[in-house]
């Protein structure tokens, strides 16, 4: 469970997230949308600890990212909007620096790096520098990289930008199999016909302030008035 | 055209030197830094004056003074054209961006004219710190006309482009012609490490050549004409030569007609290198890459799936990243290797095995302990590993702060890290104690002891420094190394505070013995280690908003 209490954070002066409120349970998948700007890479950024809150609370499972941030930072893992990083190691050396990170014993550590990697046909380059890998195969290691320590959370920054049809669908049916199992996920996404085909609930955001937060059909039943999840999203982000 | 040239050059600089995340504690750490660099800046200068005025007492009674200026625009063609193949290879070839230009309907030589204007950024800041304080102490001790300090300045805004077209046309014809250079990595490595080699061996060349009989009767045979030691040093290269004599004939018509020669080799040069960037920079720049696919191997993939401590792993991810980036393999491990062994050449070649082995009756003991202590600190102190400890991450350096591990334990490691690579200069510093000063066994390992130590407070010093101040929106890794105050700021922080403790010592009479000197040097430095500890957990804390 992921609880986000009234929390603000500001840049020189502007405030970027203003108060915000939101719990998300376990067992469920939460899109996180909002135009360019809104404050959803902010907020996540705030969630796992890359930028400090400067008011309120957040708490992943119990722990506080601030004052608890070692078990707070052990209950996620998260698949940043640029996969970019660690390019200088092979895909085989990114998954045991993580595997050493978060502890995992040898046998699980071979059977999930097997069984994943597999299944995203990127095994045969585990050997290659991340640096030669392209963008999709990147965000699949990074993928796999989470998928090793199965943390109960699980938080996706932009997850199938990039991805082919094939990896796209594995990673959605992954999602759903996680939160089926009683865990969290929270992906934020530009991409409306993902959210509707995958999410249990939707959070949207923009300027920083929480506009809903509910099932898909509840923000139906407040828009009767559109057709579409495009048109209410429109409508409800529209600054005009 | 030319609008279009200069709107991208514009935006090519602006790339480079915008700093969206600046603050004013950044700003005030670069008027601190040049503070603080301001009376070194003033020795550097006064030492300047010195050389300029002994040269000058030196050759001026034999008529010969105008080679000291010839010696000057050799040294700076010399050394512009180096830091020119280095910059070009980087800027033209290696850099981020270029892919980013490429599609965009630019001629070539627009791209080169705007790309080559951050080299002679650097070649012009080069320029000015030997050259200005060069010139005008020259012009001022040889009593020089209004006309010498006017020009002096048109021939340093000339000198930096026949080097670096010089150098450029090098690099685009191996670009375009040879297949290895394709490799980005490699390239940046060979490329390195050619212009070490070449450096030690022109050297070792000049050391040799000084001892030979038939040199002294050639110098004897210049002497005897006006100008001819100039003749002899610059004749095989008209650029220096010209320049030199613009600046020693400035009223008179060799003059004039010597800057006219100069502008000439500039436009020249200038040209043909935009006319061969044209044909060639474009073919050249396609295809490089950054590695090739390997070959699978399930077996190799199995041995590596080993457990490691968080320690060990991390420490390990450090060494890889630098072993793996040229540019940090270069700066962090080879430069600090470069000059030890520099150290040995000129040790070898200017003294000979024989007076080597005197090294050790020639000192007392305390003054032993004390010189090679200096020694292996101002080289520690020198070594960018630890100054570049955060900043090596670039933009990735969020990934430390989502991953379980606590920032203290990241931040040791890389002071880890620091001191490990270390461990090779150490090593090398060692072998040259070992066999060729033959230093005796006893205060060997007092030094040993001492310079482990050194190198712990030198790499937690420079790691330090940089945790407060790290470079993380960075496009090139050059960038790290290049127009950062820090390297001066961690060396005047190390050698700097133990130049004045061994000042100290060296001068009070009380301290004689090895074991007492040792003791002191043992105490300055665990605390100075403790000292930043302490800061650095504070830092940490602070900058982290940790509550534990």
């Not at chain 1, 376990?26 to 600890?49: C, E, Q, W």
């Not at chain 2, 030569?241 to 800057?259: N, P, R």
């Not at chain 2, 073919?283 to 401590?309: A, C």
């Amino acid at each position: 469970m992921i609880e986000i209490k009234n929390v603000t954070k500001s840049f020189s002066s502007r405030r970027t997230i203003d108060h915000l409120n939101l719990t998300i349970p376990h067992g469920k998948i939460v899109g996180f949308l909002g135009p360019n700007g809104a404050g959803k890479s902010t907020t996540i950024k705030m969630m796992t600890g890359i930028l400090p809150i400067d008011e309120g609370t957040i708490t992943l499972n119990g722990y506080d990212i601030e004052k608890q941030p070692m078990e707070a930072k052990k209950t996620f893992g998260l698949v940043p909007d640029h996969p970019d990083m660690f390019l200088r190691l092979k895909g085989m050396e990114y998954l045991n620096f993580i595997g050493d990170i978060f502890n995992i014993p040898s046998d699980i550590r071979k059977e999930r790096i097997e069984r994943v990697t597999k299944q995203f046909s990127i095994y045969t380059a585990l050997n290659d520098y991340i640096q030669t890998y392209s963008h999709g195969m990147r965000q699949k290691i990074i993928v796999t990289g989470v998928l090793l320590h199965d943390p109960p959370i699980w938080i996706l920054d932009e997850p199938l930008t990039g991805l082919d049809p094939k990896s796209s669908y594995l990673l959605k049916e992954m999602l759903r199999e996680h939160a089926e199992k009683g865990n969290t996920v929270f992906f934020s996404s530009h991409g409306l016909e993902v959210v509707e085909q995958l999410v249990d609930e939707v959070a949207i955001i923009n300027h920083g302030k929480l506009l809903f937060y509910g099932t898909l059909q509840e923000l139906r039943e407040q828009n009767p008035s559109n057709d579409s999840l495009e048109e209410v999203f429109l409508e409800m982000t529209n600054d005009a | 055209m030319m609008h279009k040239t200069f709107l991208l050059a514009k935006t090519m600089l602006k790339m480079q030197y915008r700093n969206p995340d600046r603050k004013a504690s950044q700003t005030f750490m670069y008027i601190f830094s040049f503070i603080i660099l301001l009376p070194i800046l003033f020795v550097y200068i006064d030492i300047m004056r010195g050389l300029v005025q002994s040269l000058y007492q030196a050759f001026e009674p034999i008529g010969q003074e105008s080679v000291i200026l010839g010696l000057l625009f050799l040294t700076l063609h010399f050394l512009l054209f180096f830091i020119s193949m280095l910059t070009i290879l980087t800027t033209f070839y290696f850099s981020e961006d270029i892919e980013s230009f490429i599609p965009f309907p630019f001629e070539p030589y627009q791209l080169l004219i705007s790309k080559a204007i951050n080299p002679f950024i650097y070649l012009y800041i080069t320029a000015s710190a030997l050259y200005l304080p060069f010139y005008f102490f020259y012009g001022t001790i040889s009593g020089a006309s209004i006309l010498y300090f006017i020009v002096g300045i048109i021939l340093l805004l000339l000198t930096p482009i026949v080097p670096f077209s010089l150098a450029a046309i090098l690099i685009m014809f191996v670009m375009r012609f040879v297949n290895v250079a394709k490799n980005k990595d490699r390239s940046k490595v060979i490329a390195g490490i050619a212009t070490l080699v070449f450096i030690i061996g022109i050297n070792v060349l000049v050391r040799i050549n000084t001892n030979d009989d038939a040199f002294i009767e050639n110098m004897v045979m210049f002497l005897q004409e006006q100008d001819g030691l100039l003749q002899m040093l610059t004749g095989f290269y008209p650029p220096a030569y010209l320049s030199t004599k613009v600046l020693i004939g400035i009223a008179t018509g060799v003059g004039v007609l010597s800057l006219l020669g100069v502008i000439t080799l500039c436009i020249l040069g200038f040209v043909l290198f935009l006319w061969l960037g044209q044909l060639l920079y474009l073919k050249g720049v396609l295809g490089v890459n950054t590695g090739n696919k390997k070959s699978f191997s399930e077996k190799k993939i199995n041995k590596s799936l080993h457990n490691n401590s968080v320690w060990i792993s991390y420490i390990k991810k450090e060494l890889k990243t630098i072993i793996r980036t040229p540019t940090f393999l270069m700066q962090c491990i080879v430069q600090s290797l470069f000059g030890p062994f520099f150290l040995v050449i000129i040790l070898m070649l200017d003294f000979g095995n024989n007076s080597l082995a005197n090294f050790s009756e020639a000192f007392s003991e305390k003054s032993m302990i004390l010189t090679l202590f200096m020694v292996s600190i101002f080289i520690l102190g020198a070594n960018p590993t630890s100054y570049t400890s955060i900043s090596r991450e670039g933009k990735n350096w969020y990934t430390n702060l989502f991953l379980p591990i606590k920032p203290k334990q990241i931040v040791l490691s890389k002071i880890g890290v620091a001191s490990l690579i270390d461990l090779l200069t150490i090593g090398l510093l060692l072998t040259i104690m070992l066999f060729f000063l033959h230093v005796p066994g006893e205060i060997l390992a007092i030094w040993l002891f001492l310079t482990l130590l050194g190198s712990i407070y030198t790499s937690s010093m420079g790691t330090y420094l940089d945790f407060l101040n790290p470079k993380l929106n960075w496009t090139d890794e050059q960038e790290l190394f290049k127009m950062r105050f820090i390297g001066l700021v961690a060396l005047l922080f190390t050698a700097g505070i133990f130049g004045i403790i061994v000042l100290i010592l060296w001068n009070i009479q009380y301290f004689q013995g090895s074991l007492q000197i040792a003791g002191i040097l043992f105490l300055c430095l665990t605390s100075g280690i403790t000292i930043i500890q302490k800061l650095l957990t504070h830092k940490i804390k602070k900058k982290y908003h940790l509550h534990y």
